[in-house]
């Protein structure tokens, strides 16, 4: 009898154990720094500039934010259904510098769309992650962090550490 009382105890501990975890009933509002050195770590790595920060919260306080850290403006909605991983795709794209504003890129420059695949890794994370729920004729501003551009190092001469926005447009999906 005292063994089945020590189960139903241990079977109630775990079950309330359960519950908290489920519900987060004792979980406190504001958690704090982690407790892990290298979770801090990478948390900290994956921070915008603070004048980046204030520049998004002026003007693109409203953009969409991803799981990864891309923002996104939808300007004009497009028609049928997005690209599927592999697809290649023409798009037209202007970059500038978040914090400045210079300009950097753009394929109406050159007089020609960009033609890439999505989803293989051909250009940045971010455009892989934007284009991927882009549809035909659809608009972006993209406000892309640091670490979803080419490896953090920026395109061509920007400096690392760089937030980029970029107007795209998706023109075709082939």
């Given at each position: 009898?005292?063994?089945?009382?020590i189960?139903?105890?241990l079977?109630?501990?775990?079950?309330?154990?359960?519950?908290?975890?489920?519900t987060?009933?004792f979980?406190?509002?504001?958690?704090?720094?982690?407790?892990?050195?290298?979770?801090?770590?990478?948390?900290?790595?994956?921070?915008?500039?603070?004048?980046?920060?204030?520049?998004?919260?002026?003007?693109?306080?409203?953009?969409?934010?991803?799981?990864?850290?891309l923002?996104?403006?939808?300007?004009?909605?497009?028609?049928?259904?997005?690209?599927?991983?592999?697809?290649?795709?023409?798009?037209?794209?202007?970059?500038?510098?978040?914090?400045?504003?210079?300009?950097?890129?753009?394929?109406?420059?050159?007089?020609?769309?960009?033609?890439?695949?999505v989803g293989?890794?051909?250009?940045?994370?971010?455009?892989?992650?934007?284009?991927?729920?882009?549809?035909?004729?659809?608009?972006?501003?993209?406000?892309?962090?640091?670490?979803?551009?080419?490896?953090?190092?920026?395109?061509?001469?920007?400096?690392?550490?760089?937030?980029?926005?970029f107007?795209?447009?998706?023109?075709?999906?082939?």
């Amino acid at each position: 009898m005292r063994t089945y009382g020590i189960l139903l105890i241990l079977g109630l501990v775990l079950a309330f154990i359960a519950f908290q975890a489920r519900t987060g009933i004792f979980r406190r509002a504001n958690p704090g720094p982690p407790a892990n050195k290298y979770t801090r770590e990478m948390m900290e790595e994956q921070q915008l500039p603070a004048g980046d920060q204030s520049v998004i919260r002026q003007h693109y306080a409203d953009a969409i934010v991803t799981s990864s850290g891309l923002r996104y403006l939808v300007r004009a909605p497009g028609a049928g259904d997005p690209p599927s991983s592999g697809a290649e795709v023409s798009v037209n794209y202007e970059g500038r510098v978040l914090s400045t504003g210079a300009k950097f890129d753009s394929s109406r420059d050159r007089g020609a769309p960009f033609r890439f695949r999505v989803g293989t890794g051909a250009v940045c994370k971010a455009w892989d992650e934007a284009f991927a729920g882009m549809r035909r004729g659809e608009r972006r501003t993209l406000i892309v962090p640091w670490w979803l551009e080419e490896g953090g190092q920026g395109p061509g001469p920007l400096p690392v550490h760089t937030t980029l926005l970029f107007e795209v447009e998706l023109i075709e999906v082939h």
